[in-house]
């Protein structure tokens, strides 16, 4: 039974027997043209453009490999390991001139050591990150496990690692 105006095809769905109209063909058009060219089978697979969400994942995927990397940080070229020798001083670490208001020609690194504050040797402040993100060098001090030496008003780092942000300084032993 059809319907007037219309007829069916041979899968039997209705078809008009009349030209589509130019709003339909327009139509039409501009979902041909929206579509991509080559379809994926599996469209999260698709070699010409990954999916936002896939590219989100990635992203999360790639930071947080990254961040397991950066809680705490050995400075490259110094020792990996502290030398059992040598006294492990658990200082703060921060930039000179922005933080610790020391003399200089620029952001360089600085531990405040008990007997005054040094520039550092061995380690630069972008050793650690960039120096003015949320816990850059520039914006916030640091807790470090250093290493090393003053000499000639300068701390010579032997080993520097710094430590996790919100570290604490270790208490003062009781007597």
Partial sequence: MARAGFDHDALGGPQEMDQPSPLRQAVVGLMRESLPQEVSPVPYLSP????????RISLILVTSFIASFASA?????LAKVP???KPLLNVEATCGECKLKMHGEGCDLAVRLPEGSYYVDGA??????HPHDENGFCLAIRRAEVQGEVVDGRFKASYFKLLPPGTEAPKAKEK
Avoid: C, N, R, Y
Wanted: proline share 9%; glycine share 14%; charged share 25%.
């Fill in 124 to 129: 630069g402040i972008s050793s650690f990150g």
């Fill in 73 to 77: 940080q050995v400075a490259e070229g």
């Fill in 48 to 55: 010409k453009k990954p999916e936002p969400m896939m590219k």
């Fill in 83 to 85: 030398d059992a020798t």
